[in-house]
C-alpha cells in the first residue's frame, strides 16, 4: 500500500523503503533489506506528496534521513 494515496498496488509499480538496523534504504533490486516496509507509488504525484509532507516518517514513526528524500527524487 501506498503511504500516500493509500491505494494497493503490485510491487512492480510500487517504491519500497525498508527500514534495516534503524537506517531506510530504498530497494532498488540488486540488494535486499529485511524490516519494516513502506512503500510509494512510482509516480511523481505520490513521489513529490511523500518528499514534501515527508511521509515516510509516519510511516515509521521515526526521522527518515532526508538522504533517503534525496534518493527518492532519482525516481520522478
Ligand atoms: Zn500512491
Redesign the pocket.
Known sequence: M??????M?PRNELIRVTLCNGVTHINNGKQKYFGRSAY??N?K??IE?AIKKRSFNRAFRREIDHKTYEELTKFL
Not at 501506498?2 to 491505494?7: A, D, E, G, I, N
Open positions: 501506498c503511504v500516500v494515496c493509500r491505494s498496488k510509494v507509488c509516480s504525484e505520490c506528496t
